[in-house]
């Protein structure tokens, strides 16, 4: 059974501070994505990294994969009230379907960030 | 960017009642839609896929008889949560998988539902 642990849970930070979020999984993934949730709301995809050692970057937010380790991170750089919310990290697994196939995720618990002024 | 409309935002309802909630894909065709859970503070937690013109798969612990999945077309999925009941109140996203291949072929996410039953 495929686990995704993420970790802090909470994270409180002050603007400017750098953090990193981490995202470990339990087994061989396909695909793995960060996903911003703000209360009340769905979720906004940030990031789909798709191999060993991929690392994609926007604003002041960076996200990396490991797939040796298991371990995926979003780095925070220099943060911003703004930033405040739910980040989730989900693991794609691929399966096969009568014809074609198709892409399960695996959620963490997320990490709810607060950024203080 | 693709998008994925779901319908309604929140809806408030007796106990005992069904609701139902659409799920569409505006401008592209879904393979695959997915149903997800969220309690408050909580994670999503996969309920079930939908494929267009069959079954729908549900996870380990979903009732099928009280969540209803119809997928009956490429662009529309539908949950019916049957004989709601306090316990059902959450947050209900669908997800619809474009039909292409390469680095698009993800999920893109509705705006989910929020349920209350009382």
């Known amino acids: 059974e495929l686990k995704v642990e993420q970790n802090p849970l909470f994270l409180s930070m002050q603007e400017g501070k750098n953090y990193t979020i981490y995202c470990n999984y339990s087994?061989?993934?396909?695909?793995l994505y960060w996903y911003r949730q703000d209360p009340g709301k769905s979720l906004e995809s940030l990031f789909v990294?798709?191999?060993?050692?991929a690392v994609k970057q926007e604003g002041r937010l960076m996200a990396s994969l490991d797939t040796k380790a298991r371990l995926s991170t979003l780095h925070i750089t220099a943060a911003v009230h703004d930033l405040s919310a739910t980040y989730f990290c989900a693991v794609g697994r691929f399966y096969l379907l009568t014809q074609g196939g198709s892409e399960k995720l695996v959620f963490g618990k997320g990490t709810k960030l607060t950024v203080n002024p | 960017g693709a998008v994925v409309s779901q319908h309604p935002s929140w809806v408030i309802c007796k106990s005992g009642t069904s609701v139902k909630i659409e799920c569409r894909s505006l401008?592209?065709?879904?393979?695959?839609m997915f149903w997800y859970r969220q309690f408050p503070k909580q994670s999503l937690m996969l309920m079930a896929t939908s494929n267009e013109g069959s079954k729908a798969t549900y996870e380990q612990g979903v009732e099928k008889d009280k969540f209803l999945i119809n997928h009956a077309s490429l662009t529309l999925s539908t949950l019916t949560v049957t004989s709601a009941h306090p316990e059902d109140s959450s947050f209900y996203i669908c997800?619809?998988?474009?039909?292409?291949?390469?680095?698009?072929?993800?999920?893109?996410f509705g705006a989910g539902t929020r349920l209350s039953v009382l």
């Open positions: 990294l798709l191999s060993n050692g």
């Open positions: 401008d592209f065709q879904a393979t695959t």
């Open positions: 997800s619809a998988r474009i039909r292409l291949a390469g680095p698009k072929n993800i999920q893109y």
């Open positions: 087994t061989t993934s396909d695909r």
